[in-house]
């Protein structure tokens, strides 16, 4: 059974910086495709970037140019980093990875960006 632990979240001011990880626990990760979503007070969630098994990349228009996914296969690790941050960025973030008809998620954590 896969599970996800996320960590790295925490309060930053504007501009700040944090760098999120997403622990995959199971077998096959360097075959998931893997995201991060979050999710606003009062928001749905929404996508925030993917990285698929061969570290293709895709970005919201919100956060391209600011934020960075990467995957360590050897370490079973996907990682966020987020720069230039914006209160507007404060959410819950949540991991995903899927493998066809697999879709698991992480508990979330969640990311404070204020003065």
């Known amino acids: 059974q896969v599970q996800l632990v996320e960590s790295g979240g925490g309060l930053v001011q504007p501009g700040g910086s944090l760098r999120l990880s997403c622990a995959f626990s199971?077998?096959?990760?360097?075959?998931?495709?893997m995201g991060w979503y979050r999710q606003g007070p009062g928001q749905q969630r929404e996508l925030v970037a993917t990285i698929t098994s061969g570290s293709n990349t895709n970005y919201a228009d919100s956060v391209k140019g600011r934020f960075t996914i990467s995957r360590d296969n050897a370490k079973n690790t996907v990682y966020l980093q987020m720069n230039s941050l914006k209160p507007e960025d404060t959410a819950v973030y949540y991991c995903?990875?899927?493998?066809?008809?697999?879709?698991?998620w992480g508990q979330g954590t969640q990311v404070t960006v204020s003065s």
């Open positions: 199971g077998s096959s990760f360097r075959f998931y495709t």
């Open positions: 995903q990875g899927y493998l066809m008809t697999h879709v698991y």
